[in-house]
């Protein structure tokens, strides 16, 4: 066994933090809090086929591309994790991204539904698992009609899929309430997350 003398108390590996929940809930902005504060997490930028939003950026909040491009990715094994969500339309996250982030000893910040999340679990074991919850899913509910991006049909599809991904709870390392208008406390609660998981000493550098 080595000696205590023999790691260094200030570097740690860097590690997958996966921030996962119901559409609607806000795991967008909080992601964006998240990084603004503490440099050190750094977003891995996901990969979609669906249309640019007019207030999105490309290679800030995503990466646009075509049906044809994002297959021809997946069969050369470039997504750590991908889907196929509504009307066909393909997620997926670049997998050389996060490992530089995460070899770098930085904190590779994932913001993914609760699969997406499953499938890193399963590459990177050691990886951080927060599930944002909302307080109701009246609350979800209310928070959906007033960003009005979905015809009521697609939001009862969400809000059915919100319901069926609550289950996955358990499978999360930490539940944290994301209630409207306490996005600051909810940021509160995730840096509490990361300060305990940098000081666990199986993330020490030996040197």
Known sequence: MSDLTSYSHTITKGFCLVL??????????????????????????????????????????????TPDDFKAKINQG???????????????TPRGAVQEIIQSGNIALLVIDVHGGRAVKAIFPEAVMVFLIPPSLDSLTRRLKRRGLESEEEMQERLDKAHSELRYLPA?????????????????????????ERRRITRWEEQ
């Open 20 to 65: 996962s929940a119901p559409s609607g809930t806000g795991k967008t902005t909080i992601g964006q809090l998240l990084t603004a504060r503490d440099p050190s997490v750094q977003k891995s930028i996901s990969m979609t086929t669906r249309s640019k939003r007019p207030n999105e950026k490309y290679g800030e909040d995503y990466y646009f591309t």
């Open 172 to 196: 999360y390392d930490y539940g944290v309430e994301n209630d409207d208008g306490k996005q600051q406390k909810t940021v509160d609660a995730i840096c509490g997350i990361i300060a305990a």
């Open 78 to 92: 470039n997504f750590l994790e991908w889907a196929e969500v509504y009307d066909g339309v393909l997620y997926g």
